[in-house]
Structures are given as structure tokens and as C-alpha cells.
């Protein structure tokens, strides 16, 4: 079964011919292979490049619709404060996730460059994952906690496969780490002067990773730890005291964090040129 690419009319005509012929070989002979191609092909190559507007349009429908239906139910019900705070937060992040899924579906469809695009999808993802997490937070107080440690969890893997992905991309089109050996070493950067310059060449590459890195492990091991302490009711949450779990692991993420962003712009300082 053969079709035009031309215009939906004539993909509707040869449609029509191949259901009208006995034999299809007989409207194949008749169809030029240099402008028709296989109807089932045409229609998955252009369900493949429109399927992002297209759930994008019904799903902007589907807010059209509940958003009003959602306005008058808590104006006919007089709703407390809390509710319309619930409800506005809701809106925002309905909008938010649809957005980041047309990208990471444009993605997917035109996966190209597959270790660039997959870091790219999961830095994508890290707006619904934070958004709904945190929404589900709002309402659900008693398990904040653990909300809050599985989206942290997957702030410090975007982070480091932010780091990746700028490595892939450089590596893809430069010799980073022969650059790095003829260029000067990287001093450090403010409050750190006095310390020893960052070594260079492949040195320079693997501390940056590992700086990185660090955050990835320590967060995981951090937000154990915390859930344990919550479960057994020795957390001291919101607690500045020597005893207070809560605060060690706040100090020790703190500082893993830090330094995770400090040799992300390290990075940035010794190949902006």
C-alpha cells in the first residue's frame, strides 16, 4: 500500500485507489517509488514529529476545563485559605509539566546524540520531579521528609550528570585534557587563593568529576541516615544543638553541595576560553 507525501488530500486519493484495487501490485506498478512511500510509514513518521503538539493541545484542554470547574467548586464552598493556596500551587505545577515533557519528547524523537541527549532528558526532568514533590509536600505535611529526600536525592544526580554533560561535550569536539596540560594551572578562586593551584591535564578532569561526584554519595548517605533518625525519633528536626542529627547532616550536605558547585565553576574557569 503506496501513498503520496504530497498533501493529506492525495494521501486521502491513493488511500482510496489501494482500497478500490483487487490487486494492490496493480497500483504499485502504477505509483512512482521516488514520491510515494508506504501509507502506515507515512502516518507513523507524522504521528512521530507532531505527537508532542498534539498531547500538548489536549492536554491544555483538559486544564481549560478543570481549572473553571476547580474555580467555582471552592467559591460555592466558601474553601479555607490552604485550599486556594493548594489550588493555585496545582495550576502551576500542571502548567510546568506538560512544558518539560513536549522537550523531553522532542528529545526522544530525535535521539541523535544519545550520551548528550540522556543527560539532557534527566536535567530536563528535574522541573516535575522538584515541582511535584514539593507540591505533594504542601498537602501532605506528615511525610515532608520523605518527600523532600527523594527529590534532593535527584537534585545531586542532576547535578552530576550536569557535569558529565559538559565533559561529553567538550571531549566530543576538543582534546580537553591535552589543553589542559599546556595551559597554566587553575588557581583557586575566592576565599581559597593561598591554596595550591588545581593540578592539570587528566588530573584536572578527574578531581572536577570526583568534586562532583562527592555530593551524589554524600546526599543518599545523608538522607538515610536522617530518615533512620526520624523513624526512631531522635531526629531533632529544626534543632541548632550539638545532639541534633537534623543539623550534622544540614552541615555535611551544605559543604558537599558547595563544593560540588565550586568545582562546576572551577571547570567553567579553566575552559571558558
Known sequence: AVVSTQST??????????????????????????????WDQYVARWLKERIG????????????????????????????????????????????????????????????????????????????????????????????????AMRECYESYVIYNFMMFLVTYMCEHYNVEQLLTFKPAQPQLFPFQKLPPWPKGKAFMIWSKRGVFVYVVSKPITTFVMLLSEVFGHSGKNEFRIGSVWMWTLIIDNMAQMWALYCLVIFYQALKH
Open 9 to 38: 488530500g492525495e494521501i486521502l486519493k491513493h488511500f482510496y485507489r489501494f482500497l478500490t484495487k483487487c490487486d494492490s501490485r496493480t497500483y504499485m506498478a502504477e505509483s512512482t517509488a521516488s514520491h510515494y512511500v508506504r
Open 53 to 148: 503538539y498534539i498531547l500538548w493541545i489536549l492536554y491544555m484542554l483538559l486544564l481549560c476545563v478543570a481549572i473553571p470547574l476547580s474555580v467555582s467548586e471552592l467559591v460555592s464552598r466558601h474553601a479555607e485559605k490552604h485550599i486556594v493556596v493548594w489550588f493555585v500551587a496545582g495550576v502551576f505545577v500542571y502548567v510546568t509539566i506538560p512544558i518539560t515533557t513536549s522537550g523531553v519528547i522532542h528529545h526522544l524523537c530525535n535521539f541523535s546524540d544519545p550520551p548528550q541527549q540522556k543527560r539532557i532528558i534527566r536535567i530536563l526532568m528535574m522541573v516535575p520531579v522538584y515541582s511535584f514533590f514539593s507540591y505533594l509536600g504542601m498537602i501532605l505535611k506528615d511525610e515532608t521528609i520523605y518527600l523532600n
